[in-house]
């Protein structure tokens, strides 16, 4: 089992800076990739990027390139999503993930079996 905690969410106007921390816990060893995924209101959750926990692989989604960016500290089994030049359909609800499985797709977060709780994140215009 994994637990997973996000911080980080709130408000800001467009073009502004948000970083997202998500806080992992228990079998971490386990895990292979971590993402990020958001939700808007009556949609399904789609993938905004992800990284592997055993080298260096990220993968950001289109919407999201150049603006946001994934990392972590294995160390601190922690993992960011820093989010630059905010839009307002940035505004969501976005959630942290992790995988146990070696091989995942950032379109598919029935590949992630594990869940934060989520943080809300607004942008204004």
């Known amino acids: 089992q994994v637990h997973l905690m996000e911080s980080g969410g709130g408000s800001v106007q467009a073009g502004g800076s948000l970083r997202l921390s998500c806080a992992a816990s228990?079998?971490?060893?386990?895990?292979?990739?971590m993402a990020w995924f958001r939700q808007y209101p009556g949609k399904e959750r789609e993938g905004v990027a992800l990284a592997s926990t055993r080298n260096a692989y990220t993968l950001h989604a289109d919407s999201v390139k150049d603006r946001f960016t994934i990392s972590q500290d294995n160390a601190k089994k922690s993992l960011y999503l820093e989010m630059n030049s905010l839009k307002p359909e940035d505004t969501a609800i976005y959630y942290c993930?992790?995988?146990?499985?070696?091989?995942?797709?950032?379109?598919?977060?029935?590949?992630?079996?594990?869940w934060g709780q989520g943080t809300r994140v607004t942008i204004s215009s």
């Open positions: 228990g079998a971490t060893s386990r895990i292979y990739y």
């Open positions: 993930a992790a995988s146990f499985s070696p091989s995942v797709r950032l379109s598919e977060s029935s590949y992630f079996q594990y």
